[in-house]
């Protein structure tokens, strides 16, 4: 037998590898679906690439890969016997559970067992070998086996890099000095003192210079002027603006060109006004509410309760679009924004939709393709597989030990969670985060992963029309920017019991003054309205340069919508800080409507009787140090030269890199780029730069091709003929043009994934069709007349340029005469998502959606209807567009 084992496999042996430090082995879950070793038909280890597969999909990888040796693992579960005397027999296979995985957390570990159940299969024709078999397997494949079976875990491997990170204490830590020069950061408001960036800032912890990061040829992070600091200054340690807790922040040094541990992070914060200590008095301690502090704890008392509807006989749900997703331990937030957006069909329909496709034409590493794991995900949460009611049996079984226990098992999105969080500092770790942050973190990776086919997170975007007003002249410009979330503050002075609060608040003061218990808190109340009033008002522009004055000016910016999206958004802004960085957590009710109007806040573009700021960029402006010497020689300007090689090194010819770093003003790699892009076809891109003289004001906006350009300019003449000499329809190249702002390289490849429909010379877009189905026909939103170029999107414009699907903020009666306003709102509420703590570095999510005409409550893997859903105490909420009433 042994021989005949041997002769079997000698034709495998090639394909049959011994995991090697580094490998991961997929021994708890199938990369397709929920399958593990507990499901029936258990799970298949490829013993080549380690993945795993359910039985339904094993068949996929090995016509895929012709890889015919798997690994079968299964785990059964049972009740443990009891003997004579009462006490547990122990029943193992084998003498021990040999898989390395963790007992389902809805079992309680002294009433069940496990057996592990481990077999070679050969396919095609699924001839199965039981394990362990030393005696009649090669050497190589009894090793290969034996070290796949105990091999940690693809996810526990995982969880311990991402704590375990051998990042070590900096030298400098102990010895650093820091400058006595007075600067105190405050809690909010950051820019980089070298540039316009306010992300991925970084805080010397030498002088408190505030500085972008690194950029990155993605689009992400920032112009490296925070490196640049210190090849000027040699100071080594820099901290993370936006990741400092109480439990710690991200510190790098430059020197050691690391992330670097800092003993005393405290103290030197301290120094700049940052008081560590102080947030961990205040609730945060160790990303955990402290439930030692009484006055920080009480007022969420009520807030848990009442966001997870306790004491309350919830009725549990199960099927399709009822299953929860479990918590992996501070994952919430994740858990409760995949189920608010699998609830939308333009979701379900991407991935889902295209299960298949999707699976057909996955990579060999399916466990970190986005399309794979979302579509994974959303079947996982959509087919009802994972969510199945109890048998009878089993609940009268619990009803006699008076143990009802909640049935729902949910899906473990750990395979999800490390594909999403891959390279992400904060994702990636184990720590609570902000939900807001993680949707915007997701809609950036459907974007990134959905060229050529559907975007599902088009439906969220939206138009935001910017009016920024110049005090000194009054006259204005008019910009327009995408935009994805609508953030609404909570006016504190607007509380309808404001008399309440100010009494509350004297108490406090005085029972603090008293060493007494402080009084019973008071929730403020604040009308929605009050909110969206805070929305609209004027905000100051700091550094705001007028091009009217060619110098910098007071200016005041106002936002309203330029087109109104399928699906709003609306975080309500409860976070903020203390001037002493403490986080704090506004606790507030807003009475949310169910039925949402915005008619009022569409924007109307250049109105009559205003003046536009002429279309000129700043000047170049020369540091101190060098503006004499540039001034006396126009051979020598002001050029990032750093920059400039790093994009000669792409390709480019230098002498058109210096002048992209010149004529963007040495705003980075980045905006050269863009620069580069657009002017590469110029006949005198390669030419050297001729300047201007120092005080002359730079060129405009319109002769850059920066990205500031308006969304509905026609593309230009040339452009358009480079496309049209190679065949293309004129019409279908403005298209492109428009949809790239005017990238040709993208254009081509836009044309080449959207082919244009015989039919669209004749018809309009769906999308134009459903537009001027509820539009006005006098609404002078959409019309030319009174706005400028900057004006909102009109139905005869092309969308394709900014993806947007508008709509009017207010359903339209086409039965009443002259299209008259119907009482029926725009926008109906269809989900919110509910924060429990003092952070949102702490704490719980859950998730309220409205199905079949009632509302749920997802609470990690429970799923049940809700009776009280509190949506005045929400904090992300989800609106859908009424197409009728």
């Keep these: 037998m042994a021989a005949d084992l041997g002769e079997l496999l000698v034709p495998y042996m090639p394909t049959i590898r011994v995991p090697r430090t580094g490998d991961r082995v997929f021994k708890s879950e199938c990369a397709f679906s929920y399958d593990s070793p507990e499901s029936e038909g258990g799970l298949y280890v490829c013993m080549n690439t380690f993945l795993g597969f359910g039985r339904e999909h094993v068949e996929r990888h090995y016509r895929k890969t012709g890889q015919s040796v798997y690994m079968l693992l299964k785990?059964?579960?049972?009740?443990?016997?009891?003997?004579?005397?009462?006490?547990?027999?122990?029943?193992?296979?084998?003498?021990?559970?040999?898989?390395?995985?963790?007992?389902?957390?809805?079992?309680?570990?002294?009433?069940?067992?496990?057996?592990?159940?481990?077999?070679?299969?050969?396919?095609?024709?699924?001839?199965?070998?039981?394990?362990?078999?030393?005696?009649?397997?090669?050497?190589?494949?009894?090793?290969?086996?034996?070290?796949?079976?105990?091999?940690?875990?693809?996810?526990?491997?995982?969880?311990?890099?991402?704590?375990?990170?051998?990042?070590?204490?900096?030298?400098?830590?102990?010895?650093?000095?820091?400058?006595?020069?007075?600067?105190?950061?405050?809690?909010?408001?950051?820019?980089?003192?070298?540039?316009?960036?306010?992300?991925?800032?970084?805080?010397?912890?030498?002088?408190?210079?505030?500085?972008?990061?690194?950029?990155?040829?993605?689009?992400?992070?920032?112009?490296?002027?925070?490196?640049?600091?210190?090849?000027?200054?040699?100071?080594?340690?820099?901290?993370?603006?936006?990741?400092?807790?109480?439990?710690?922040?991200?510190?790098?040094?430059?020197?050691?060109?690391?992330?670097?541990?800092?003993?005393?992070?405290?103290?030197?914060?301290?120094?700049?006004?940052?008081?560590?200590?102080?947030?961990?008095?205040?609730?945060?301690?160790?990303?955990?509410?402290?439930?030692?502090?009484?006055?920080?704890?009480?007022?969420?008392?009520?807030?848990?309760?009442?966001?997870?509807?306790?004491?309350m006989k919830l009725k549990e749900v199960y099927g399709s679009g009822f299953t929860g997703i479990k918590n992996l331990g501070n994952s919430c937030y994740l858990g409760t924004t995949m189920q608010v957006l699998f609830s939308i069909p333009e979701f379900q329909r991407a991935y889902v939709g295209n299960l298949q496709r999707i699976y057909d034409y996955s990579p060999l590493d399916p466990t970190m393709d986005f399309s794979t794991q979302m579509a994974k995900l959303g079947h996982g949460l959509l087919s009802g597989l994972y969510s199945k009611p109890p048998m009878k049996s089993e609940l009268i079984e619990q009803v006699m030990r008076e143990e009802y226990k909640h049935q729902s098992k949910g899906i473990s999105p750990k395979m999800f969670k490390a594909m999403v969080s891959k390279g992400h500092p904060e994702f990636s770790s184990n720590r609570q985060q902000d939900a807001h942050e993680f949707f915007l973190h997701l809609i950036n990776l459907v974007e990134r992963n959905s060229a050529g086919s559907e975007n599902p997170s088009d439906v969220f975007r939206y138009l935001v029309e910017e009016r920024v007003q110049c005090c000194q002249t009054q006259k204005v410009c008019y910009n327009q920017k995408v935009d994805y979330l609508m953030q609404l503050p909570a006016p504190m002075e607007a509380a309808s019991n404001r008399e309440e609060l100010m009494a509350y608040e004297a108490k406090r003061r005085e029972a603090e003054e008293n060493m007494r218990a402080p009084p019973e808190p008071v929730r403020a109340r604040i009308p929605f309205t009050a909110c969206l009033q805070a929305f609209?008002?004027?905000?100051?522009?700091?550094?705001?340069?007028?091009?009217?004055?060619?110098?910098?000016?007071?200016?005041?910016?106002?936002?309203?919508?330029?087109?109104?999206?399928?699906?709003?958004?609306?975080?309500?802004?409860?976070?903020?800080?203390?001037?002493?960085?403490?986080?704090?957590?506004?606790?507030?009710?807003?009475?949310?409507?169910?039925?949402?109007?915005?008619?009022?806040?569409?924007?109307?573009?250049?109105?009559?009787?205003?003046?536009?700021?002429?279309?000129?960029?700043?000047?170049?402006?020369?540091?101190?140090?060098?503006?004499?010497?540039?001034?006396?020689?126009?051979?020598?300007?002001?050029?990032?030269?750093?920059?400039?090689?790093?994009?000669?090194?792409?390709?480019?010819?230098?002498?058109?890199?210096?002048?992209?770093?010149?004529?963007?003003?040495?705003?980075?790699?980045?905006?050269?780029?863009?620069?580069?892009?657009?002017?590469?076809?110029?006949?005198?891109?390669?030419?050297?730069?001729?300047?201007?003289?120092?005080?002359?004001?730079?060129?405009?906006?319109?002769?850059?091709?920066?990205?500031?350009?308006?969304?509905d300019n026609q593309p230009p003449e040339e452009s358009i003929a480079i496309l049209t000499s190679m065949g293309f329809p004129r019409r279908h190249t403005v298209q492109a043009l428009k949809a790239t702002n005017n990238n040709l390289e993208r254009a081509l490849d836009w044309i080449f994934t959207h082919p244009e429909r015989e039919e669209e010379e004749e018809e309009p877009s769906d999308d134009l069709l459903d537009m001027s189905d509820i539009m006005e026909p006098n609404d002078n939103t959409f019309s030319n007349a009174n706005t400028n170029s900057h004006s909102t999107l009109s139905p005869d414009q092309d969308a394709s340029g900014p993806r947007i699907k508008d709509g009017p903020g207010q359903i339209m009666d086409h039965s009443l005469s002259n299209y008259h306003l119907h009482a029926c709102q725009g926008y109906e509420l269809f989900a919110f998502i509910s924060h429990m703590g003092a952070s949102t570095m702490s704490g719980r999510y859950v998730c309220h959606i409205k199905k079949e005409g009632r509302w749920v409550i997802f609470n990690d893997h429970k799923v049940c209807l809700s009776e009280r859903p509190p949506k005045d105490l929400g904090y992300i909420y989800f609106y859908r567009r009424l197409s009728s009433c």
């Design 75 to 311: 785990r059964h579960v049972k009740e443990k016997a009891t003997g004579a005397a009462g006490g547990a027999i122990s029943r193992r296979r084998n003498g021990r559970v040999f898989l390395d995985l963790e007992l389902n957390r809805d079992f309680n570990g002294d009433e069940y067992e496990c057996e592990d159940e481990a077999k070679l299969v050969i396919f095609p024709d699924h001839f199965e070998i039981p394990l362990p078999n030393i005696e009649e397997l090669p050497a190589l494949v009894t090793i290969a086996c034996d070290a796949a079976l105990n091999a940690a875990s693809a996810y526990k491997k995982q969880e311990s890099d991402s704590w375990d990170e051998e990042i070590q204490v900096s030298k400098h830590a102990r010895s650093l000095r820091q400058q006595d020069n007075g600067v105190r950061i405050p809690p909010s408001g950051w820019k980089c003192q070298k540039c316009e960036m306010r992300e991925n800032l970084w805080l010397n912890l030498t002088d408190g210079a505030v500085l972008c990061g690194k950029w990155f040829f993605d689009g992400a992070g920032g112009n490296g002027h925070a490196l640049d600091h210190y090849k000027d200054t040699n100071f080594p340690l820099a901290v993370k603006l936006d990741n400092i807790t109480a439990d710690g922040a991200d510190i790098y040094s430059f020197d050691e060109e690391e992330a670097v541990l800092d003993p005393h992070i405290s103290e030197h914060l301290q120094h700049f006004g940052i008081d560590m200590l102080q947030m961990q008095q205040n609730g945060t301690e160790n990303g955990h509410l402290n439930t030692d502090n009484t006055e920080s704890v009480r007022p969420r008392v009520s807030e848990w309760e009442v966001i997870q509807e306790s004491g």
């Design 536 to 711: 609209t008002e004027p905000e100051n522009v700091p550094d705001f340069w007028s091009s009217a004055l060619q110098a910098k000016s007071a200016g005041v910016k106002t936002s309203r919508f330029a087109s109104f999206p399928e699906y709003l958004v609306v975080q309500i802004k409860k976070f903020t800080f203390g001037v002493d960085w403490v986080p704090k957590k506004l606790d507030l009710s807003i009475d949310v409507p169910d039925f949402l109007d915005l008619s009022r806040l569409r924007g109307t573009g250049l109105q009559a009787g205003e003046e536009e700021l002429p279309d000129l960029t700043p000047p170049i402006v020369l540091p101190e140090d060098t503006r004499d010497d540039s001034m006396n020689s126009s051979d020598s300007p002001d050029i990032d030269e750093s920059a400039a090689m790093q994009l000669a090194e792409m390709g480019f010819p230098l002498e058109a890199c210096r002048k992209a770093v010149y004529y963007t003003g040495n705003m980075g790699p980045e905006m050269a780029f863009n620069w580069i892009i657009a002017h590469m076809e110029e006949p005198d891109f390669a030419e050297p730069l001729a300047l201007p003289s120092f005080m002359e004001p730079g060129p405009s906006m319109a002769s850059l091709g920066l990205a500031a350009t308006p969304l």
